[in-house]
């Protein structure tokens, strides 16, 4: 089909053309979808961050949680114990807390 004449030679140097600008469109599309990409893998990469450290304050939130509940139950335990001790006192103060003899 080519020959050596500059007439014929026009189909062929319409067709490069034509890649070539295919070739353009698609870099520029490949382009933005590499942008698109990079600025989703970010925003996860942030997101992600800000996750790792949500979850590392609950985790230390639960744990001081944990220790407060276990010193309100140790508070509880002695308030009970006290509360026994002066109960058992009130009884024996008033005699109903002895059998009669």
Known sequence: M?????????PFEQ?????ESR?????????DQAGLL?????ALSAQTTFLANRQQQL????VQLARNAEADR???RENQTEIRRIWEYLLRQSGNGQQPT
């Not at 067709?15 to 890649?19: A, D, N, P, Q, V």
Request: glycine fraction near 8%; charged fraction near 30%.
């Open 2 to 10: 080519t020959t050596s004449t500059n007439g014929d030679n026009q």
């Open 74 to 76: 140790a508070i509880i």
């Open 38 to 42: 990079l600025d989703g893998l970010r």
């Open 15 to 19: 067709r490069l053309e034509s890649i």
């Open 59 to 62: 985790a230390e939130t639960m």
């Open 23 to 31: 070739l353009d469109r698609l870099e520029g599309e490949f382009r």
